[in-house]
Nanobody, 123 residues
Framework: QVQLVESGGGSVQAGGSLRLSCPDS?????????MSWFRQAPGKGREGVAA???????TYADSVKGRFTISKDNAKNILYLQMNSLKPEDTAMYYC????????????????WGQGTQVTVSA
């Protein structure tokens, strides 16, 4: 069973950077998994931020394109989200997610979820 645990959240000032990490139980090593990051701000719905397909393809929400980078260390089974030039509107709980599916897009729903890590960006 896939188990995901996020870390790396925290409080930063606008313009700062954070890197979120999400090690998994190892099942997502297989190339047919789509790995994603979602976020949910208070009072808002869950939003897809970035996705990484088994073929290495990536998709990003327009709001983070050029600032966030999704990547994976396959040797360590760790998914990352590098977040640069952070803005107050990036404040949210961030979730790592995985689904065994060839189609991979940041707006597509996932099957497995982590518990979330809080990111707070102050002006």
């Amino acid at each position: 069973q896939v188990q995901l645990v996020e870390s790396g959240g925290g409080s930063v000032q606008a313009g700062g950077s954070l890197r979120l990490s999400c090690p998994d139980s190892g099942y997502t090593y297989y190339s047919d998994y789509c790995m994603s990051w979602f976020r949910q701000a208070p009072g808002k719905g869950r939003e897809g931020v970035a996705a990484l397909g088994g073929d290495g393809s990536t998709t990003y929400a327009d709001s983070v394109k050029g600032r966030f980078t999704i990547s994976k260390d396959n040797a360590k089974n760790i998914l990352y989200l590098q977040m640069n030039s952070l803005k107050p509107e990036d404040t949210a709980m961030y979730y790592c997610a995985a689904v065994r599916r060839a189609y991979c897009h940041h707006t597509a729903m996932s099957t497995y979820w982590g518990q979330g890590t809080q990111v707070t960006v102050s002006a």
